[in-house]
Nanobody, 115 residues
Framework: VQLQAFGGGLVQAGGCLRL?????????????ANWFRQAPGKERDFVAA???????YYADSVKGRFTISRDNAKNTVYLQMNSLKPEDTAVYYC??????????WGQGTQVTVSS
């Protein structure tokens, strides 16, 4: 499985961005799809996930602001990020797999939120 994430950029605090992650292969619809993020000098942290049957899960820090969704016809998972804060600045990675920890990762996309 190959994943390509895009949609990152520079945005002011309070703004929004929509990340996309396109996957190859015909098994995408069976995977749990995840977004993680890694800030400079920190570990990679869970952000959000969506199961094959579209149950969603969020880190407490993003609940109410971020929304994860998927389009299986397009093999794509999305992360709509609203009310962005400077502390959301990180490289965002998408990952898919059958467990909480992804088996396959994309290359990451940089999100920078200015104050």
């Amino acid at each position: 499985v190959q994943l390509q994430a895009f949609g990152g950029g520079l945005v002011q605090a309070g703004g929004c961005l929509r990340l996309s992650c396109a996957a190859s292969g015909r098994t995408f619809r069976t995977y749990r799809a995840n977004w993680f993020r890694q800030a400079p000098g920190k570990e990679r942290d869970f952000v959000a996930a969506i199961s094959w049957n579209e149950n969603t899960y969020y880190a407490d820090s993003v609940k109410g602001r971020f929304t994860i969704s998927r389009d299986n016809a397009k093999n794509t998972v999305y992360l709509q990020m609203n009310s962005l804060k400077p502390e959301d600045t990180a490289v965002y990675y998408c990952g898919v797999g059958y467990r909480n920890q992804p088996d396959y990762w994309g290359q990451g996309t940089q999100v920078t939120v200015s104050s």
